[in-house]
Nanobody
């Protein structure tokens, strides 16, 4: 079974940076797309960023210019570099893989203080 394990979450002050990692149990190139979602308490899970097999990326409007999704196929790892963090970015961040899938990680907490 495919396993996705997130890491890198934590507490950061507004304006700071954080890098999340998602380690997959298999080759990430096996998936048509991998992405990051986030969910704040009482809110629906929302797409943050996605990277498809060919390398193209898409971002939620709220994070464009601040977040960057990338991958390292040799390490079977997807990253989310988060810069200029805002309190509104506070959420549990989940790694997702699809095609085949979807598969989900357990999430990592990101808290941005004002």
């Amino acid at each position: 079974q495919v396993q996705l394990v997130e890491s890198g979450g934590g507490l950061v002050q507004a304006g700071g940076s954080l890098r999340l990692s998602c380690a997959a149990s298999g080759s990430i190139f096996s998936f048509a797309a991998m992405g990051w979602y986030r969910q704040a308490p009482g809110k629906q899970r929302e797409l943050v960023a996605v990277i498809i097999r060919g390398g193209s990326t898409n971002y939620a409007d709220s994070v464009k210019g601040r977040f960057t999704i990338s991958r390292d196929n040799a390490k079977n790892t997807v990253y989310l570099q988060m810069n200029s963090l805002k309190p509104e970015d506070t959420a549990v961040y989940y790694c997702n893989a699809n095609g085949p899938g979807p598969y989900w990680g357990q999430g990592t907490q990101v808290t941005v203080s004002s």
